[in-house]
């Protein structure tokens, strides 16, 4: 939760439940199993590290999830994180590679200049549900899907 004011996580709502807030209001958890000192409560991303990439909050997402399974179950926390659970990926083979080719962007479709003025009709069209699958297979380039 982000407050309105900047780009501080919004953590006035912890104050006196046992979860430490740290510097610039962040919430203080471990590092590794992003355990704070509230037993059962985990926290990650911004919330914990202040503004990071989306990697690092996918894998402090993983990191929570995993310790939030181990607490569950009762298994203690220790200072590495196992993941038992992972699903192994497979990757493209050389034929399959090929298709990895860059592809040129898709163009997106405008009201003819003719038909702008006098209408209240949208000027960008935007993409169809397919253009859209396409554009973003084009744009993320990460094919290597789970389970091959």
Same mark, same amino acid.
């Given at each position: 939760?982000?407050?309105?004011?900047?780009?501080?996580?919004?953590?006035?709502f912890l104050g006196g439940?046992? /979860?430490?807030?740290?510097?610039?209001?962040?919430? /203080?958890?471990?590092?590794?199993?992003?355990?704070?000192?509230?037993?059962?409560?985990? #926290?990650?991303?911004?919330?914990?590290?202040?503004?990071?990439?989306?990697?690092?909050?996918? #894998? &402090?997402?993983?990191?929570? &999830?995993?310790?939030?399974?181990?607490? +569950?179950?009762?298994?203690?926390?220790?200072?590495? /994180?196992?993941?038992? !659970?992972?699903?192994?990926?497979? +990757?493209?083979?050389?034929e399959e590679v090929k298709?990895? =080719?860059? =592809?040129?962007?898709?163009?997106? =479709?405008? +009201?003819? &200049?003719? =038909?702008?003025?006098?209408?209240?009709?949208? /000027?960008?069209?935007?993409?169809?549900?397919?253009?859209?699958? !396409?554009?973003? &297979?084009?744009? +993320?380039?990460?094919?290597?899907? #789970?389970?091959?």
């Amino acid at each position: 939760i982000i407050e309105a004011i900047g780009q501080r996580p919004a953590t006035s709502f912890l104050g006196g439940d046992g /979860v430490k807030i740290g510097r610039g209001g962040t919430v /203080v958890a471990d590092g590794r199993t992003l355990a704070t000192d509230r037993p059962g409560v985990f #926290a990650g991303g911004d919330a914990v590290s202040g503004p990071q990439t989306v990697t690092e909050a996918i #894998a &402090a997402g993983q990191r929570a &999830a995993s310790s939030i399974k181990r607490y +569950l179950q009762g298994i203690k926390l220790g200072p590495r /994180v196992e993941r038992e !659970d992972f699903e192994a990926f497979k +990757l493209p083979t050389p034929e399959e590679v090929k298709e990895l =080719k860059e =592809k040129a962007r898709t163009g997106i =479709k405008e +009201l003819p &200049a003719k =038909k702008r003025t006098g209408s209240f009709e949208e /000027v960008t069209k935007g993409y169809t549900t397919g253009e859209a699958v !396409d554009e973003a &297979a084009r744009c +993320l380039r990460c094919d290597a899907e #789970a389970g091959g």
